[in-house]
């Protein structure tokens, strides 16, 4: 018998369908961030201007328009949206290493871990200590990352087992000390005092803006670790059937665990250099995709980057409009979105876990 | 039904932070016949079937699996020869029956893991061999135990193992399910000469289904042989600490427990 003659598991929509809505959509919001801001750029002037960048003139943009949007709207788009990428789909990969819906970057601390690595690696820079090509504060941040997550997890580990309350609690005394570690650096060091408010700012989850080689350099490395990450998403299917099961069907568990979550916090480490603690975008984000697509992650991996990616390219171009001029941390709004389905998803769970 | 050695133990020892859990174990079971695995509590029998899936190593000795020591194989090699169907598994995530089952090809699958053709009619077939056709677009958590327990063995099916074991597959299942899940086990047995080690807490379903009986006692082998030859008063006053009678009832074996020894509590019998 084939298995078309069975009713497949029809309730989920074709796989190559969201993909290519989400990438259209991805497409959209960037285009619409692009425009607006405290100088909003006609659509026709900001096709032109793209236009004119790779040798194709079209028409006669103003000046002004052309620097805003070559030099700022675009890699902040690209910035945002490689953050989006980046967190929700080391959400995915948490989630599935840790078989816990609730393991989100910032609820097991490997955020705050990373935030506090990336800021020493900017004290090292902006004290030469390092020469520049040393990129120490990605690094830092990616080290910072892996280390809250292994403290995390072997907090909560006893037994051989990780309980979901013990997780969270970890996760939540990471994050809190940390954090108070970022708060502590920052203020006894001169620098970034003077530096206050852009500091926080970034700590906040504040988009940065960077160079051309700098957008191109993160967006691809975000991409080819998504990739890595997609070749094992069989095995973090099998995974879900808990490790002895997986093992006995010949996957190497220890392998594809530490391949995970190193990718996982590698994609942390980025976005956190990139755009500071863009709170719960990896919880709200694999959540709602495995609601549309299901846990299967061949599909749940590049959904979720693709939606999450477009999220905070939506969510930064409100925190920059919405109160204009004034601009907040797109993490502000992340966490007023994150916080309420992260409550609604722990109720779910009580039902369903042994707290 | 050949006399093939599909699964063979050799001196198999295997001890937990200084505590001796097998003693050198030995049997051999030939290629479709349906054996079962006794004993009292703590007397070894899941660790036995982790050493043998490998999931624990043994200390010493060898686990001939189809011809070959299975410390020679890969994982991936192993997992196509055999499967096993833990006492129980849960999910954390929504995956549909199907795509759980579907999982059972995984060791015969390369990059990224598409289903072919015959993946896809060795997941029907364990589907339909298990009664889960009716279920397969269900998630777990709306499953009954009983129905948890034919989605692990029809991943096991899935697999196409030449070698199954069982941990306890009636557990969680009411009487009418464990005359059915153990005798869609022994016709497989039959119909496509797979091996079955299965781990059985209930002497008289044990004695009804096997081929062979193991009696794991004291760390070690402390009998085997069919039904007959192993189910007698004797036999479970040593091992189960029980008195008991043993008749024949449609040509098997069949125990009525009549007290315990450990507790002087009678059963009113």
Known sequence: ?355 | MTSRIELALNQVTFSYENHQILDRINFALTTGSFNSLIGPNASGKTTLLGCIAGNLTPDTGQIILSGKDSQLRQPKETAQLLAMVPQQFDMPFAFYVREIVAMGRIPHKRFLGRLSQSDNEAIDQAIELTNLSDLQGETLSHLSGGEKQRVALAIALAQEPNVLLLDEPTTHLDLSSQIDILSMVKDLCYAKGMTVLSVMHDINLASRYSDHILVLHKNRIFHQGTALEVIAPNLLRDVFAVRSEVHMHDGYPTISLLSSYNSDIGTGQ
């Open chain 1, 1 to 355: 018998m084939t298995s078309g003659q069975h009713p497949n598991p029809s309730t989920r929509p074709s796989h190559f369908v969201v993909l290519l809505i989400a990438t259209f959509a991805l497409f959209a919001s960037a285009l619409l961030a692009s425009m607006v801001g405290s100088v909003d750029i006609p659509l026709s002037d900001s096709i032109a201007i793209v236009l004119a960048n790779v040798g194709i003139q079209t028409g006669n943009p103003i000046q002004s328009h052309a620097h805003i949007l070559v030099d700022i709207r675009i890699p902040r788009v690209v910035a945002a949206a490689t953050t989006g990428m980046c967190l929700a789909c080391a959400g995915v990969l948490y989630q599935g290493v840790l078989r816990n819906p609730l393991a989100d970057p910032f609820v097991i601390g490997a955020s705050g871990g990373a935030a506090l690595g990336a800021l020493l690696g900017m004290l090292i820079a902006a004290n030469r200590i390092l020469p520049a090509e040393f990129a120490i504060t990605p690094t830092l941040s990616l080290i910072g990352a892996l280390l809250s997550v292994w403290l995390a997890y072997s907090l909560s580990r006893s037994r051989g087992f990780t309980r979901i309350s013990s997780l969270l609690l970890a996760g939540f005394a990471i994050g809190s000390f940390t954090g108070s570690l970022s708060a502590l650096l920052i203020f006894i060091n001169n620098s970034m005092r003077l530096r206050l408010v852009q500091t926080y700012t970034w700590l906040l989850g504040g988009v940065s803006t960077n160079d051309w080689i700098t957008t191109i350099a993160t967006f691809s490395l975000a991409i080819i670790t998504i990739i890595c990450s997609l070749l094992i998403a069989i095995h973090l299917n099998a995974l879900s059937l808990g490790n002895n099961s997986a093992r006995r069907l010949g996957v190497d568990v220890e392998k594809v665990r530490l391949v995970a979550i190193l990718l996982a916090s590698m994609l942390t480490g980025l976005a956190v250099w990139l755009s500071g603690i863009v709170a719960l975008v990896g919880l709200v984000i694999p959540h709602s995709m495995r609601m549309l697509v299901g846990p299967d992650h061949r599909i749940l991996i590049p959904t979720s980057a693709l939606v999450g990616s477009t999220f905070v390219v939506i969510t930064d171009m409100v925190a920059r409009s919405a109160f204009s001029p004034a601009e907040i941390p797109v993490g502000i709004i992340t966490s007023l979105i994150g916080i309420p389905v992260f409550v609604l998803l722990i109720r779910k769970n009580l039902h369903q876990y042994d707290f």
